[in-house]
C-alpha cells in the first residue's frame, strides 16, 4: 500500500465533506505509522466530524500524551469532551490551548462558552 497516496485520498475525502471516508483510509495508516502525528491528527479530526467522538478522544489524547505543547489537539480535545458533554474535563485542555495561543478567536469562544456552561450560566 502508498501510504503517501492514501494519505492524500484520505485529506481529498476529509475536505470534500466525508470524514468517515476519510477515516477508513486513516485507520490503516496510523496502525502502519503510530507515531505519524499529521496522520493521526486527520484521524481524529475525522472522527470529530463524523460524531465518532469517542474515537477522537483517543486519537487526541494519544497526540496530547506525545506532545503537551500540542495546542490544536488541546482545542480539539477540549471540544471532543465538549460534545461529549463533559465540560468540567473540557476545561482543562481548552484553558491550556487558549493560553498557549491566545490571539486565536476558536479558542477563546470555544472557552468562554465551556466555562459559562461549568459555572451553570
Not at 492514501?6 to 471516508?21: H, I, K, L, Q, V
Not at 496510523?30 to 486519537?59: C, H, I, K, M
Not at 489524547?61 to 465538549?82: C, F, I, K
Amino acid at each position: 500500500m502508498d501510504l503517501l497516496a492514501e494519505y492524500r485520498r484520505a485529506t481529498m475525502f476529509f475536505e470534500a465533506g466525508d470524514p468517515t471516508g476519510a477515516a477508513r483510509l486513516l485507520e490503516p495508516i496510523v496502525a502502519a505509522e503510530p507515531g505519524n502525528s499529521s496522520v493521526r491528527q486527520l484521524l481524529a479530526r475525522a472522527y470529530f466530524q463524523s460524531a465518532q467522538l469517542s474515537r477522537a478522544e483517543e486519537q487526541l489524547r494519544e497526540l496530547v500524551d506525545r506532545d503537551p505543547s500540542d495546542h490544536y489537539a488541546h482545542h480539539v480535545l477540549g471540544r471532543t469532551l465538549e460534545r461529549l458533554n463533559r465540560p468540567a474535563d473540557a476545561l482543562r485542555h481548552l484553558r491550556i490551548a487558549a493560553a498557549m495561543y491566545s490571539t486565536n478567536t476558536d479558542y477563546t469562544t470555544a472557552l468562554r462558552r465551556v466555562e459559562g456552561k461549568v459555572a451553570g450560566r
